[in-house]
């Protein structure tokens, strides 16, 4: 591991896929990319996969930039890339990989993403207490009080010649997150890559088909044993990200080794290849 600078709160890590500010406190992605220098890397390689240089993606809940950094390399310069996330002190890290990284294709907004805008109080996260900061939907973080934040509906904000992907990973609030760009997914019919948690699948599946999209699980292991620091120990023993990615209905694309959703009620209780 080159560990390029240490502070108090955050390191400065030189990754697989660039330079990272890190909090250690961060359960999940911050201690992955400390350990490991990257984070769920075969979500990554599929994800890869979904873009080309010159494509445009909208990321709802960006955390600190662990895919946004890789995917604004991808796209490249011809392409556009719009970052969205709620939470201040996870969106100045946010900022700070993208400035690290050299990046001059992304439009960061500190806000969330729903079915309507509005403003809303959050209470504000420590980034110096150990916690998952990307594990809270916004509901949870309602704070009367509290600093406000845009909640931005996609449609209001986003006007693009055409949309390759949709990626969102806000805790539960994917169907929301639909719903205020229901006019950019019926114009453009991007890819969509979604989190999906076992409790929220069935209303997230009927929305889906109600936009007339085909589903497919993706579940990859957060550790990766060919891990850019080469460490063998796995600190998420069988630990997944559960994701679903959907096509439109009318894509002739064939999907392999990945199972697809039948219905609202079709979803598996532990991962498979």
Request: hydrophobic fraction near 40%; proline fraction near 5%.
């Amino acid at each position: 591991m080159t560990q390029l600078l240490a502070t108090d709160l955050y390191k400065l890590i030189e990754a697989r896929h660039g330079r990272f500010l890190c909090n250690p406190q961060d359960l999940y992605l911050g201690r992955s990319m400390i350990e490991y220098g990257e984070f769920s890397e075969v979500e990554w390689n599929f994800l890869s996969r979904l873009v080309q240089p010159g494509s445009i993606v909208i990321e709802a809940g960006a955390n600190m930039g662990i895919f946004t950094v890789p995917l604004a390399k991808k796209i490249g310069l011809r392409g556009m890339l719009f970052a969205f996330e709620p939470q201040l002190s996870v969106f100045q890290q946010l900022c700070t990989n993208l400035a690290l990284n050299d990046l001059l294709n992304v439009q960061a907004f500190n806000a969330g993403c729903g079915a309507e805008s509005a403003m809303m109080e959050l209470r504000r996260l420590q980034p110096a207490a150990r916690d998952n900061f990307g594990g809270y939907p916004l509901e949870a973080l309602k704070a009367e009080g509290g600093p406000k934040i845009r909640i931005e509906k996609l449609d209001d904000v986003i006007d693009t010649p055409r949309l390759n992907l949709l990626k969102a990973d806000v805790e539960g609030m994917e169907v929301d997150v639909l719903k205020g760009a229901d006019g950019l997914i019926k114009q453009h019919r991007p890819v969509l890559y979604l989190e999906a948690h076992l409790e929220d699948a069935p209303g997230l599946f009927r929305h889906l088909f109600a936009l007339d999209y085909k589903a497919w699980w993706h579940q990859p292991y957060m550790f990766s044993p060919d891990n850019h620091f080469g460490k063998t120990e796995n600190l998420f023993p069988g630990i997944v990200s559960r994701n679903v990615f959907a096509l439109p209905a009318e894509t002739k694309a064939t999907v392999q080794g990945m199972r697809q959703v039948a219905d609202e009620d079709d979803y598996p209780t532990k991962w498979a290849k």
